[in-house]
């Protein structure tokens, strides 16, 4: 922890200051709605000594602090990029940036109907188990969960396991597609109990916009961006940015892949 709290050369002044690694959260960097590891911190400090790092979380900047802080350092001071919902929440070197509102972009009368269907159709999924928290509003989205936020761990990996079977997530947003195909929302799936809906172009590339305009902050222009990613796989909460030009791909298969991955491309 003490590396941690290291002090860190300034961004242009990084042995790779063309380079940054972007990090999705649950399953890549931590369990899924768990705490990060000591282990996982000390390599991204030694990362950090060589490049930018940012992480790229769906959930709201709350969580990330939840997941990936500690009381001593907020998450903010553990990265110098902070993307939350998608980087519609945002901070650069501990500064927030400008955010955007998925209600003021949707219109307060759209939004009370995808939510109202959501619920009824909510109210008719007969699944093993319900919870509370189904509907989860958001700044720059909507996370809509047939279990529930509320769930326990237990029952998130039994709700996971009985999904992967009865594709329950995967019928929600088909329905929801068909439903609201003329609103211009994207619905994406990932970690284990949930999916977002949010405006078309507002996935995790969005956070790509912020990345680049530190070309004209900083003058870093960052010709490699390494995105690290478990839901890279079509129709996942990854896919589009571990798929878009602009980045380096890395699929990832929970967070210790991702620290094998990390000391193979960059010996840390």
């Not at 290291?6 to 768990?34: G, H, M, S, W």
């Not at 927030?96 to 509102?101: D, E, F, G, R």
């Not at 990932?190 to 969005?206: C, H, L, M, V």
């Not at 690290?228 to 079509?234: A, L």
Request: net charge negative; aromatic share 10%; glycine share 8%.
């Amino acid at each position: 922890m003490t590396e941690a709290a290291a002090v860190y050369p300034p961004l242009d002044q990084r042995p790779l200051k063309n380079t940054i690694c972007l990090f999705d959260v649950d399953e890549t960097l931590t369990p899924a709605r768990r705490a990060v590891s000591p282990q996982m911190l000390q390599i991204l400090s030694r990362l950090r000594h060589k490049c930018a790092i940012g992480s790229v979380g769906g959930s709201d900047f709350a969580k990330q602090q939840e997941q990936l802080g500690t009381p001593a350092l907020p998450v903010i001071a553990l990265f110098d990029f902070c993307f939350a919902e998608n980087g519609l929440t945002a901070y650069r070197m501990g500064v927030p940036l400008a955010s955007q509102s998925f209600v003021g972009w949707l219109g307060e009368e759209r939004y009370k109907e995808l939510v109202n269907f959501c619920l009824r159709w909510l109210s008719e999924c007969d699944i093993p188990v319900k919870r509370g928290t189904f509907v989860e509003f958001r700044n720059g989205m909507v996370n809509i969960s047939p279990i529930g936020r509320n769930a326990s761990l237990d029952e998130r990996i039994a709700f996971n396991i009985y999904d992967k079977e009865h594709k329950v997530r995967e019928k929600f947003v088909a329905a929801l597609r068909e439903k609201f195909s003329h609103f211009g929302l994207t619905f994406s799936i990932g970690g284990q109990i949930s999916f977002d809906a949010f405006p078309t172009g507002w996935d995790k590339t969005y956070c790509l916009k912020h990345v680049a305009a530190e070309k004209n902050i900083s003058g870093v222009d960052y010709t490699t961006v390494h995105f690290f990613g478990d839901n890279t796989q079509k129709g996942g909460n990854d896919y589009e940015i571990a798929e878009d030009p602009r980045t380096v791909g890395h699929a990832v298969k929970n967070p210790e892949d991702t620290m094998r991955q990390l000391e193979e491309l960059f010996g840390v």
